[in-house]
């Protein structure tokens, strides 16, 4: 079996996407749209991926750097068949096959590119097209078939008459060609044609004309095809990519109460019996352990969630690691860097920044640790804030195992309080505390009998 190469075309003007961004650098479920096409080229074999961008495509390029992905520009966009033709040299010497994918075609799945590939080579075929029957044809290429079903050419829906037009079976946009024929033929194509361009699908006839091997073969369902020109076909295309993710991971063991309300990124893990709400958004490489509950309205991004955690409304957790039978929330924000430990509970409106809280500790109202170290089983009073920040550097606050700091307390970092320590409420804590030691800097609370009767009387005689 020869080799496998892959061409994905993504030089195209796209206008029609009205935006400052390449089309095809578009998020879709979390990645750029243009990532999924790469991907499935490489997971059908092809071990040289090339990508055809446009002159003004630098966003691409830049996208490309450190993916073993290389490009070639194509310098006016005249074409399909132009666009290939650029890649002429960068395949010389090639032997084997090209496979031509569209950058803007995200949801084909490896694995009906590979049936393409083996259909194409069973039949030795020097050229083969991927065509499909979707429910409407709309201003796909039209295959045409001749009595015998052999395909005859491909006709643009811009050229084609009334009754080519009612032919359901049309042009994925994806083909394969041997490279040497392909190279030598790409110069014959003419651009005599409605667009004034270059077709990259005229190769059909040329084929047939030398008498070379062609075929179109139909494999996957029409939706994995489906093209991206505007936003309204990109969310489209992410409501297909969501019920695909979901599925899977619904197949695997996880409970999404909702899922088509439920938007999770490519790549993400979750474990069997885990439930997850609607409206949540889990992103990146975010990985959710076994036996956890996820709840309405719950943003994870790269988290990393342990066994039987449960995140309630409306939490926010960043880049931090949750460990086993953690509770979070409602209202929680884990920023970046942080630690919960097993069996901690972060409470409502408590915002946690580099902070790592040690197996059960507790911080469960209105707090904000950041820069810190909570020890374990400490219990952190409603209303603590460390004050990390003294407006050049950031210090530490360290918090001993078991230590009970009362509400309102300040630590004034850098400063630590020691295993078991007490710190009464309302404190703001300067210096450290001992191990086993009570801290208190409260003011002495002063009585003043008759106040208020007194400021009445006052007032009166005004
Ligand atoms: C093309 C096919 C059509 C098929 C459809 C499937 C041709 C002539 N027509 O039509 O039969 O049904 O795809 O989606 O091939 N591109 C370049 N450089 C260019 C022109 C295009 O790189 O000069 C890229 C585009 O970025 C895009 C792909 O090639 O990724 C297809 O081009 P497009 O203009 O969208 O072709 P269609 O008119 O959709
Ligand atoms: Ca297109």
Not at 421 to 429: L, R
Request: hydrophobic share 40%; net charge positive; proline share 3%.
């Amino acid at each position: 079996m020869g080799k496998l190469a892959a061409l994905i075309l993504a030089a195209g003007k796209s206008t029609r996407m009205k935006s400052a961004r390449s089309k095809v650098l578009h998020g879709l479920a979390g990645r750029p749209v243009l990532s999924y096409v790469i991907e499935a080229a490489r997971r059908c074999g092809a071990d040289d991926v090339r990508v055809v961008i446009g002159p003004d495509q630098s966003d691409i390029k830049e996208y490309l750097r450190g993916t073993g992905v290389g490009y070639v520009v194509q310098r006016k966009a005249l074409g399909t068949a132009h666009a290939v033709k650029a890649a002429a040299n960068a395949f010389k010497g090639l032997s084997g096959d090209i496979l031509i994918l569209c950058g803007d075609v995200p949801l084909m799945r490896a694995e009906s590119l590979k049936q393409f590939v083996s259909a194409v080579r069973a039949k030795r075929a020097t050229l083969g097209v991927l065509s499909m029957t979707p429910p409407e044809p709309g201003s796909y290429g039209r295959i045409v078939r001749d009595l015998d079903g052999k395909m005859t050419r491909i006709v643009e829906a811009k050229e084609a008459t009334d009754k080519e037009m009612t032919i359901r079976e049309v042009n994925s946009g994806i083909l394969m060609a041997e490279r040497s024929w392909l190279f030598n033929s790409l110069g014959k194509v003419r651009n005599d044609n409605a667009k004034s361009e270059y077709y990259i699908t005229d190769l059909v006839g040329i084929a047939l004309k030398e008498g070379v091997g062609v075929i179109a073969h139909r494999c996957g369902p029409a939706w994995e095809f489906h093209g991206i020109n505007t936003r309204v076909d990109l969310a489209r295309a992410a409501e297909l990519m969501r019920e695909r993710i979901n599925e899977g991971l619904m197949l695997k063991g996880a409970g999404l109460i909702d899922y088509r309300h439920t938007y999770i990124d490519a790549g993400v893990r979750i474990g069997q019996d885990t439930t997850v709400l609607p409206f949540t958004f889990i992103q990146g490489q975010t990985r959710i352990g076994a036996g956890c509950t996820i709840e309405n309205g719950v943003v994870l991004r790269n988290a990393t969630i342990g066994n039987g955690v449960h995140v309630k409304a409306h939490s926010v957790i960043e880049d931090s690691i949750i460990s086993d039978g953690a509770i979070l929330g409602p209202f929680a924000r884990v920023r970046p860097g942080s630690k919960v430990g097993k069996d901690a509970r972060i409470g409502n409106f408590v915002e946690l920044k580099k902070c790592t809280m040690r197996s059960g500790a507790k911080a469960n109202h209105l707090t904000y640790l950041g820069d810190a170290v909570v020890g374990a089983n400490a219990n952190i009073g409603c209303g603590t804030i460390t004050c990390n920040y003294d407006g050049v550097a950031k210090h530490m606050t360290h918090i001993g195992d078991g230590a009970f700091i009362g509400s309102d307390v300040q630590f004034v970092a850098p400063v630590r309080v020691g295993k078991g320590a007490v710190v009464g409420a309302g404190s703001t804590i300067t210096r450290d505390v001992p191990a086993g030691a009570l801290a208190i800097t409260r003011t002495e609370q002063k009585i003043v009998r008759g106040y208020a009767e007194k400021k009445k009387k006052k007032r009166k005689y005004k």
